[in-house]
């Protein structure tokens, strides 16, 4: 088969966070250099030609292998087979990491929002293991949204880190179809739009004098906080021009 410029690399770990969400842990090519935000387009060699679907990276550069979280798609081409790849078996992963949901793109500010759906909390695990949001802003709140208290991946590192880093990071999670489980259950689009999220934590609503936003998943829910955030006159980010939103959009 011809892998082209791609890397054969192999499966160390997985972690089985629900019948349908997984994470594996792969070896990570010697010169592959990436940023939080970034994806690799990822592919199995039982393809005759490379079918790419791209996943964020859930490592931090600093890490020696290479992590990724996906939820499997029964109707999908790629993933029901990733769910049944086991320690050992080989993926590709194309040459190099793509994307520009980068938090550098953003202009500086006070507060970072981490907004996410499902397995778009990927790319902010990267980012909160890097780290080095805590020395731009003076405060992190993630805010994750998942049907059920099964979906919620990292939790338990999220915790802790809330905890180690009392009052510098808040981690909210949301899951919206286990009614009485005492967590916040409506969606996040609509937690921001009517300020129960800030009053929650004690500020302000959101705005962009203060507040850097970042939104990762599901296509109708960035449709639906793109839409919120313009009529608070948040900017995106263009290239060449920082901006105080930015939008990662699964499918
Ligand atoms: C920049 C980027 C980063 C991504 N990162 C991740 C990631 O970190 N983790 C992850 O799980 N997925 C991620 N995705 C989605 C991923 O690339 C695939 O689309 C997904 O895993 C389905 O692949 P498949 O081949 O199984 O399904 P496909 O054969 O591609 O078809 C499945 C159909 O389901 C829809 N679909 C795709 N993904 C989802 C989903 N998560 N929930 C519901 N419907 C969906 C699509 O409309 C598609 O038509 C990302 C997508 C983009 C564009
Ligand atoms: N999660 C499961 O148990 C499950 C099981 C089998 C199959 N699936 C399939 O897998 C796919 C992905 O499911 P998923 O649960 O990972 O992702 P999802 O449908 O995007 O749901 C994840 C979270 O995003 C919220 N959300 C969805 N649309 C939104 C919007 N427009 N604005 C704001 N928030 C929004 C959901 O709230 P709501 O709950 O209010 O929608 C939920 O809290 C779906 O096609 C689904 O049919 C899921």
């Known amino acids: 088969m011809d892998i082209g410029a791609s890397h054969l690399e192999t499966v160390i770990a997985f972690r089985r966070w629900s019948a349908r969400t997984l994470s594996i842990t792969t070896t990570r090519p010697s010169d592959y250099a990436f940023r939080p935000g970034h994806y690799a387009r990822v592919s199995l060699p039982c393809f005759e030609r490379p079918l790419w679907r ?4 859930v490592s931090s550069s ?6 990724f979280l996906f939820s499997i798609i029964p109707s999908g081409r790629l993933t029901p087979l990733l769910g049944e790849l086991t320690v050992e078996s080989v993926i590709l992963i194309d ?15 006070e507060v970072l929002w981490l907004l996410a759906t499902g397995t778009g909390v990927g790319p902010y695990i990267s980012l909160l293991r890097e780290g080095g949001i805590f020395a731009k802003y003076q405060q992190v709140i993630l805010v994750y949204s998942v049907r059920a208290r099964a979906e919620l991946a990292y939790d338990d590192e999220l915790r802790a880190l ?89 499918w």
């Open 54 to 57: 791209p996943y964020s990276i």
């Open 162 to 250: 809330q905890q180690q880093l009392d009052g510098r990071f808040h981690y909210l999670p949301v899951i919206t179809r286990e009614p009485g489980t005492g967590y916040l259950s409506e969606r996040i689009p609509a937690l921001i739009g009517s300020g129960r999220l800030a009053n929650e934590l004690g500020m302000t609503p959101i705005n962009p004098v203060r507040d850097r936003v970042m939104v990762c998943g599901n296509p109708e829910f960035t449709s639906g906080m793109r839409a919120l955030l313009n009529e608070r006159q948040f900017a995106p980010c263009r290239r060449g021009q920082a901006g105080t939103m930015l939008f990662e959009k699964y």
């Open 95 to 109: 040459r190099n990491p793509m994307g520009f949901f980068l938090e550098e793109s953003l202009s500086p500010g």
């Open 62 to 67: 600093d890490q020696p292998q290479l992590e």
